[in-house]
């Protein structure tokens, strides 16, 4: 069975206050098992037609948990090397308490180099970085509330770390990349993997690849798409055409390996979404379940 999220329209033309809450209450209210929220901070204009409008993702998620209830809040996905990982590991887990235990972590290294400069962190070895950073999120997140960690860039003795998630072991922590490495890192060092959708046989293709070091261990294949149902003509990380394309499109991903789809439904507007949103519990969860 396929879980479903919404990826929230927290940065584009249209982000507003209302369309972000009335969007994540419409997804708890429909069904959705999750909502989740995308990531900038301080782009250049060269790198900020799609992002650079943008409302930042703790916080606004912090925001949303106390306007639901029960459904799952995650991050698509938090560029964890240009933070500190000390400071997430804190904010993520008091989410986690206040929240209820419903936080799902997603990890990714960035893609902007502009974004990084202005921030103050290197580029260039933000892999090594992101490393180290998903190690320090497991230490804080083990359940001591007395913690050390020794490594090359990020150091700690005897840091008191209280409160712990209430998840044992801290929410679920995924890593987002299409790459080879990417989901060399998710399988060593996370709980499930997050690329962006491309092909169904590609990602097949990916997973068994690397099904010796899987092992048969829990590991989540979260997938995330682009639904338009106005589009006709398949497109590259899309979900088009009429409900049964969609369906099958869904499926060829499930039989593939993916058991969590994110959907960034497209949409005129906030009416346009929630209609789209409907549709698609009626006409394509249930051929799913």
Not at 82 to 110: C, H, M, W, Y
Not at 137 to 155: D, P
Not at 166 to 172: N, S, T, V
Not at 214 to 220: A, L, V
Request: glycine share 8%.
């Amino acid at each position: 069975m396929i879980k479903f999220g919404i990826t929230l329209p927290n940065y584009g033309p249209d982000a507003g206050r209302l369309s972000i809450i009335d969007t994540a209450v419409a997804a708890e209210r429909l069904g959705f098992d999750s909502i989740w929220v995308t990531d900038h901070l301080a782009l250049p204009v060269e790198d900020g037609d799609r992002f650079g409008h943008i409302y930042e993702a703790m916080t606004t998620l912090a925001f949303l948990g106390a306007s639901t209830r029960q459904i799952k809040l995650g991050f698509s996905t938090l560029v964890l090397p240009q933070r500190n990982p000390i400071e997430v590991a804190k904010q993520i887990a008091t989410l986690d308490v206040l929240s209820g235990g419903r936080i799902i972590f997603t990890a990714g290294i960035g893609w902007s180099a502009g974004e990084y400069k202005n921030l103050g962190y290197e580029f260039k070895n933000r892999g090594k970085r992101m490393d180290e950073a998903l190690r320090v999120l497991r230490t804080c997140w083990r359940g001591q509330t007395k913690v050390s960690f020794n490594g090359i860039y990020y150091q700690f003795q005897d840091m008191v770390f209280s409160p712990t998630p209430l998840q044992p072991g801290g929410p679920p922590l995924w890593v987002a990349g299409d790459s080879s490495i990417a989901l060399r890192r998710a399988i060593l060092l996370g709980d499930g993997w997050h690329p962006n959708a491309s092909s169904a046989a590609r990602l097949k293709t990916q997973l068994e690849n690397n099904r010796t070091l899987i092992n048969n261990r829990p590991f989540t294949v979260a997938v995330r798409f682009r639904l338009d149902f106005e589009e006709k003509d398949s497109t590259v990380g899309g979900l088009t055409g009429s409900a049964q394309d969609i369906i099958n499109t869904l499926k060829d991903y499930q039989d593939a390996g993916m058991q969590v789809a994110l959907i960034n439904f497209s949409a005129k507007n906030q009416n346009d979404r929630e209609r789209a949103m409907r549709r698609f519990m009626q006409d394509i969860k249930p051929a799913l379940v």
